[in-house]
C-alpha cells in the first residue's frame, strides 16, 4: 500500500490520464497487458533507449515493445524512411514497390519461405496460416502446447486452454515433451486428421522458455508422418541469433512448412507475415481459378512497407543480430549471478529473456507450468521498483532488448536487480 501511494505521488499527469481513459475504456484499457497496479504510467516521447513520461520521468526501455522495438526509439533510418513514404501519400489501394522489396527481404532471411503474404498482425498470420493448413490438408485438428500464445483472440483465463482461441479443434500437448505429442496424436480420432501442428521455438508470451531442438526436429517428424503441416510461429523469435530465427539454427531435415513472423519486422509499425512451401502458399495465387482470398485493407500499408524494408537492409545486418543475441546472453548470465541463492531466476535466449520467481532450478524449467505458482507478489514488487528506478520492463517480467540499450544501460539494470535482490533476499 505505501508502495502504491508512493506511486501515486509521483505521477500524477498518468493517473489523469488514466482516469480520463477509464471513462471510456474498460478498466481504462485497451490492451490488457499494458495494465499494471495502481494504475499504468503514460509515455510522451521516446527516443534511443530511454522513454519520457507525461510526469518527466525518464525510464530506460528493456521491454522493447514486447520484441516489435527491436531497433529502439525514433531510430533516424527507420524514421527518414516513414518520413519519406509519408510525404508520398498514404493508402494507395494499390501495389507499391516497398512490398515486393520487403518480401524478397524477408524470403533471403529465411530460406524455408519460398512464398509470402503481409498482414496486419501476428494474431492474423496466425490466423490464416492455421487455416491454410487446413485447407490444404483436408483435415481439422490443431496441435499446440500448453501456455504456447499465438496472438489475442479471446485467449480464455481459466487453466491454460487455447493458446489461440479461434473455433479449431485443438489438441493440446506438453512443451518440450515430443512424446506427449505422439501420444495425442496417435489416438485413433487424431491420427487421421491432424491439420498442422503450431509451436512458437521459444515459448515467448508465457515466459521465454526456448524450445529444445531435439524437441523441434521431433515435431517436424511427427508432423511428415501423419502428413501434417509444421507451422513455426516465429512471431518473437525471427530476430535471435543471427536474425534468421530459430530455425536458422536447425537442419534442412527440421525446417518448418509455414512460419508466422510479426513485430519488429514491420520497423516498428504493424505488421504480421506468413509463409512457406511454395505448393502451399500457391493456394493464394490470383491467377489461379477458385484461388483463396486474402483480404485486410492494411495488409501492404506503406508505412509498415517503407519501415521493416529500411530496417532489415541498413540496419539489422546477420552480424547487428548476432552482436545483439550475444548482449543478451552476457545480460542473462550477470541476471543470473546476481541472483544466486534467490528465488529469482532468469530463462530466455539471446535478446529476449524472463524473470521469474520460484523454485523451480533455472535448467529445469521446461515449459511454462514449471513457474506457475512462483511468487507473483514478488514479480509485482520488482515490476514497481524497477520503475521506481527508471527501468521499463513488463509487468510479468519480460524483457526484450533493442539495439538502442547501451552498456551502461546494462550495468545500472543488473545493479537494481541486485539491490531488490537484496532488500527481498528472504
Ligand atoms: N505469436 C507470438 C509468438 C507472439 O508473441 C505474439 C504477440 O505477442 C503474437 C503471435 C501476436 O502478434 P500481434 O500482437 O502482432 O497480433
Known amino acids: ?26 478498466g481504462g484499457n485497451t ?20 522513454m519520457t513520461s507525461v510526469d518527466g520521468k525518464e525510464y530506460v526501455d528493456f521491454l522493447g515493445e514486447y ?14 524512411a516513414i518520413t519519406q513514404a509519408l510525404s508520398r501519400g498514404l493508402s494507395f489501394g ?28 501476428g494474431t492474423e498470420a496466425n490466423l490464416m496460416a492455421i487455416a491454410l493448413a487446413k485447407i490444404f490438408t483436408k483435415k481439422s485438428k490443431v496441435l499446440v502446447f500448453s501456455g504456447g500464445y499465438h496472438g489475442g483472440v479471446f485467449l480464455f483465463k481459466e487453466g491454460y486452454s487455447s493458446p489461440l482461441n479461434a473455433p479449431h479443434e485443438y489438441l493440446i500437448a506438453k512443451y518440450n515433451d515430443v512424446e506427449s505429442v505422439e501420444e495425442l496424436v496417435s489416438k485413433a480420432e487424431n491420427a487421421n486428421d491432424l491439420a498442422a501442428i503450431v509451436v512458437e521455438p521459444m ?56 512460419t508466422t513472423l510479426g ?4 520497423g516498428g509499425m504493424s505488421f504480421g507475415c506468413f509463409g512457406g512451401k511454395r505448393e502451399i502458399m500457391e493456394l493464394f495465387d490470383p491467377r489461379n481459378p477458385g484461388a483463396l482470398a486474402h483480404a485486410g485493407t492494411f495488409n501492404n500499408n506503406v508505412l509498415t512497407m517503407a519501415a521493416g524494408r529500411a530496417g532489415l537492409e541498413k540496419i539489422f545486418t546477420p552480424d547487428r543480430a548476432g552482436e545483439l543475441h550475444e548482449k543478451g546472453e552476457q545480460l542473462r548470465k550477470r541476471l543470473q549471478a546476481v541472483s544466486e541463492g534467490s528465488l529469482l531466476k532468469v530463462t530466455g535466449c539471446g535478446s529476449l529473456m524472463n524473470l521469474h520467481f520460484t523454485t523451480t532450478p533455472v535448467d529445469a524449467i521446461k515449459r511454462p507450468q ?11 514488487l520488482l515490476h514497481l521498483f524497477l520503475l521506481e528506478k527508471g527501468y521499463y ?34
Open 94 to 121: 494499390s501495389h507499391n514497390a516497398d512490398e515486393a522489396e520487403l518480401a524478397a527481404l524477408v524470403r533471403e532471411r529465411f530460406p524455408s519461405i519460398d512464398l509470402l503474404r503481409f498482414t496486419n498482425s
Open 370 to 380: 514449471d513457474v506457475v505458482g512462483g511468487n507473483t507478489m514478488l514479480g509485482d
Open 263 to 266: 513485430k519488429w519486422i514491420g
Open 1 to 26: 500500500a505505501a508502495a502504491f501511494e508512493a506511486f501515486a505521488d509521483g505521477n500524477a499527469k498518468s493517473k489523469a490520464i488514466y482516469d480520463r481513459a477509464t471513462e471510456s475504456l474498460p
Open 31 to 50: 490492451r490488457t497487458v499494458l495494465f499494471y497496479e495502481p494504475f499504468p504510467i503514460s509515455i510522451a516521447s521516446a527516443r534511443g533507449s530511454k
Open 393 to 426: 520492463v513488463a509487468r510479468r517480467g519480460f524483457i526484450a532488448l533493442s539495439l538502442a540499450i547501451s552498456d551502461q544501460d546494462i550495468h545500472g539494470f543488473v545493479d537494481a536487480v541486485k539491490s531488490f535482490i537484496h532488500h527481498h533476499q528472504s
Open 67 to 80: 520484441t516489435a522495438g527491436l531497433y529502439g526509439h525514433s531510430e533516424p533510418v527507420i524514421l527518414e
Open 203 to 258: 515459448i515467448g508470451s508465457s515466459g521465454a522458455i526456448p524450445g529444445d531442438h531435439a524437441f523441434l526436429a521431433g515435431l517436424r517428424q511427427v508432423a511428415s508422418k501423419h502428413g501434417a503441416v509444421l507451422i513455426f510461429d516465429e512471431v518473437m523469435t525471427s530476430r535471435l541469433y543471427r536474425g534468421r530465427g530459430v530455425q536458422g539454427e536447425l537442419p534442412d531435415e527440421a525446417q518448418p512448412d509455414l
